[in-house]
């Protein structure tokens, strides 16, 4: 049976009587401290009787139409006030301050998404975190163990279907379609005479030059080195690397398929159009993955609600806005165009 006596005979306190004394010594009046926990004036009363009980003193004397505390009560206040700012503290939820990181994080992925998704937003998350630093890691085959085992805390990987892992979480970030990428005044250009487009029997033509991402830790060779074939390869250049791709084209007819948006940003800056998409590779959903383990850290859940946002910085923006060399080549034909 419930008792409200201690092992030793004596009255127990709860964090309620504690919690009522600093009301009434707050108001000195047993109405008002009543009205402040919700309680009738009876029960307020019997309270403030546990507590003469148990500190065995009036603690709080009538005094007009109010109560004065008794110099025990005064002397008890400030250890009263200590002990509820003390449990206030282990109840409080925990508030999490981005600046306060001071770890480094792994992300794994390719060097394109590196420039699309993770360049973009690295100064204000590092601006918001001074203290954080980010390691971009090569992707492999084998990311999901790294995910697994902590060598790794975020993946960015393209699916055509997010594949069902458990213990996974899978964030779409975005969908990405691949172009084909040509140099400027290539045959197949508009402003060389060509058709403007490029079809699956043109790059058989002009040879093609293919992404081909590492597998497992090496990349698996097409061939036996210097092995004679029958027939020559369309592919002129494997490359695993996205952002050196597009030099292989400027001075050459070779035709490159590349993601669409990295191919439009580079074109901004190399003598390099981008053309109609390519039918052979069809759109890929990007995704943001982790694992379980890591799914409840407050820093980690931060960060990947910083990277999936939409702010980018200011240079990025203007970058993002910069007219490409096809706009605006584009923009240079319709005057003309106009005045036929």
């Known amino acids: 049976m419930a008792t409200n006596l201690s092992e030793n005979g004596k009255l127990k306190l709860d964090l309620f009587s504690l919690q009522f004394f600093k009301s009434l010594y707050q108001f000195c009046s047993l109405t008002k401290a009543a009205e402040e926990h919700g309680l009738p004036v009876s029960s307020a009363s019997r309270h403030l009787a546990k507590l003469r009980d148990f500190f065995g003193d009036q603690l709080f004397t009538h005094c007009g139409t109010g109560m004065t505390p008794t110099p025990r009560a005064d002397r008890l206040m400030p250890q009263i006030n ?15 301050e981005p600046s306060a990181i001071c770890a480094t994080v792994r992300i794994g992925l390719v060097d394109n998404a590196a420039l699309t998704f993770i360049a973009p937003r690295a100064t204000d998350l590092q601006k918001t975190c001074p203290d954080l630093t980010l390691e971009l890691i090569p992707l492999y085959d084998d990311f999901f163990t790294l995910l697994n085992n902590g060598q790794m ?3 960015v990987y393209p699916f055509t279907k997010a594949p069902e892992r458990q213990s ?4 779409k970030l975005d969908t990405v379609t691949f172009s084909y990428v040509v140099r400027k005044h290539h045959p197949l ?8 487009v490029v079809t699956e029997a043109d790059a058989e033509r002009y040879r ?4 081909r991402r590492h597998s497992g830790s090496a990349v698996n060779p097409t061939a036996t080195p210097l092995k004679n074939q029958a027939q020559r390869d369309p592919v002129a250049i494997y490359t695993a690397y996205f952002l050196s791709s597009p030099f292989f084209v400027l001075e050459t007819d070779h035709v490159l398929v590349m993601p669409t948006p990295t191919a439009e940003y580079l074109s ?13 590779s069809p759109p890929m959903d990007m995704y943001l993955i982790w694992h379980e383990r890591v799914h409840a850290s407050p820093a980690l859940q931060w960060i990947r609600s910083f990277l999936v946002s939409k702010k980018v910085s200011r ?6 806005n910069k007219p490409s060399r096809k706009t605006s ?11 036929k």
């Not at 901004?268 to 052979?280: A, E, T």
């Not at 240079?315 to 993002?320: D, E, M, Q």
């Open 153 to 155: 805390d975020f993946a």
């Open 208 to 211: 093609m030059i293919r992404l």
């Open 82 to 96: 200590a002990i509820l700012k003390q449990v206030n503290g282990l109840l409080a939820e925990e508030v999490f």
């Open 189 to 196: 250009t508009l402003e060389a005479g060509g058709p403007g």
């Open 268 to 280: 901004s800056f190399l003598p390099i159009q981008v053309m109609n998409l390519c039918p052979d």
């Open 315 to 320: 240079t990025w923006r203007n970058l993002s």
């Open 329 to 339: 080549a584009k923009k240079q034909e319709e005057p003309e165009l106009s005045q």
């Open 168 to 171: 996974y979480h899978f964030l």
